[in-house]
């Protein structure tokens, strides 16, 4: 039985946020399904070359919100407009914190007019999920956990199928045409005898759709999906992949919620258990400053800045307002000098290591924050390191200054902690190493950057 009461006495107890979180022996953000299927080689490169069948039944919460108020509590928190939002459309909620820094975003899915689903990582969750409690909502919620955080079976599968073949695939088991689904938009499909919920995604650069129902009709939706696909290539996604095409499509999955500082943050945080993700997430990297508000991102570090509308009042507002004619810092990929890489692997024969780079994915810890530096200096983050199979390069999501954002432009990575890394299991003793990376544009997939991003996701 845990000895603390909330994050907020935990957070405290431990040495305040930054120690707690950089002192936490939580590795990555895990994904438990199979590592690999086939290999994760051949896995990657489906989401380009051929289909790609991508379980996310899992490692999402799910939060349903049924009731007249619905949209009033989501226009309340989202940076997002709710002008017209209802039944059959999505939206990538992005919710911020008083001062205007991102807490979390998830994908908010139109059940019915008065009912949603949000989906994501816990954070985004947990926020709604506290102002529906604590505000007056005529609300009634039902939460899904993924599965570490619960002994109980999910409610519902979800799979997506992207990739140049996704669709002959999907029509295949729809036995015929599919309907002309908007981006973002839902409608239903047959699959197995099932009527099937559908959303339009497209991050591959190609149409694709994310399925959903009821967990009893998975298995049978997932077999026919499989069948269907063996004659287009369609290869099942493991996670050692899986945990890698959110860095060619450029999104960012996990940066650390804005909620250990500010005392307009303080109820929040009594609220939230000591067993909270959010109390047990893990910060690791070689950015690293005892200033927790250093690692917040705002909207526009993360390419939401463009999601950002203000006609409607919601928590962060008169902050957001302030920032919007400041200069940003920009979204960009890193592509790292394959020499340098080479160099780092090379030590792994050596008495000093660097930090072991994994493969396909990097991540030793759940909010990964490296130092990028351009002639000593500091000029942005990397987040989320890995190798792209389809680029055959490894590269990094990164947040970088205006000055620095423009492609082509040399930077270098600091690769691993100082002092030898911290005590947490994933972490051996190490020596750090720059790495020089060029920057690229975000996304990195041409298909995903001309294909996905400019439709904006509301």
């Known amino acids: 039985m845990t000895k603390y009461e909330s994050l907020e006495a935990k957070m405290y107890a431990l040495g305040g946020p930054v120690n707690m979180l950089r002192s936490s022996p939580i590795g990555p953000y895990a994904f438990p399904i199979p590592a690999e299927f086939t290999n994760w080689r051949d896995e990657q490169e489906s989401w380009r070359q051929s289909a790609a069948l991508m379980d996310q039944s899992v490692h999402m919460t799910d939060l349903y919100i049924s009731g007249p108020d619905t949209i009033k509590l989501l226009s309340d928190l989202g940076v997002n407009s709710f002008a017209g939002y209802g039944r059959n459309q999505a939206k990538q909620l992005v919710v911020c914190n008083y001062d205007g820094y991102v807490i979390g975003d998830a994908v908010l899915f139109g059940l019915e007019d008065n009912s949603v689903s949000v989906v994501g990582r816990p954070p985004t969750c947990n926020w709604v999920e506290y102002h529906a ?97 063996e004659e287009f290539g369609l290869r099942a996604i493991g996670a050692r992949a899986y945990g890698t095409v959110a860095m060619e499509s450029g999104w960012l999955p996990s940066p650390l919620p804005a909620i250990y500082s500010g005392e307009k943050m303080k109820p929040y945080r009594e609220w939230l258990k000591p067993t909270a993700f959010e109390a047990t997430a893990s910060l690791g990297g070689s950015f690293d400053t005892q200033n927790i508000e250093a690692y917040y991102l705002t909207p526009w570090d993360i390419d939401y800045g463009r999601l950002v509308k203000f006609d409607h009042d919601f928590i962060g507002r008169a902050a957001l307002e302030r920032l919007a004619g400041q200069p940003h810092r920009k979204k960009v990929t890193l592509v790292w000098e394959p020499a340098d890489v080479i160099s780092a692997f090379s030590t792994m024969f050596q008495e000093q290591r660097v930090k072991y780079l994994d493969m396909p994915g990097s991540q030793y810890t759940t909010h990964p924050y490296d130092a990028i530096h351009q002639d000593g200096e500091l000029v942005g983050i990397s987040t989320y390191a890995v190798y792209s199979s389809n680029a055959r390069r490894w590269i990094s999501l990164a947040i970088v200054n205006e000055a620095q954002a423009k492609p082509g432009t040399q930077v270098s990575v600091l690769w691993g902690e100082k002092n030898g890394g911290t005590a947490k299991s994933t972490v051996e003793r190490h020596v750090q190493l720059e790495i020089r990376a060029a920057v690229a544009p975000s996304p990195y997939s041409v298909e995903a950057r001309e294909s996905y991003r400019p439709f904006g996701l509301s």
């Open 133 to 229: 409690k604590q505000g007056n909502y005529d609300v009634s919620l039902e939460r899904d956990e993924r599965v570490l955080d619960s002994n109980k079976p999910k409610l519902t599968y979800r799979y997506q199928v992207q990739g140049p073949a996704a669709w002959k695939v999907l029509e295949k088991c729809n036995r015929a045409p599919i309907p002309d689904i908007k981006f973002f938009k839902m409608s239903e499909i047959g699959i197995a005898g099932h009527r099937v919920r559908a959303l339009r995604h497209g991050f591959a650069g190609a149409p694709g759709l994310e399925l959903w129902g009821p967990v009893s009709e998975g298995p049978a939706v997932r077999a026919a999906i499989v069948e269907a696909g």
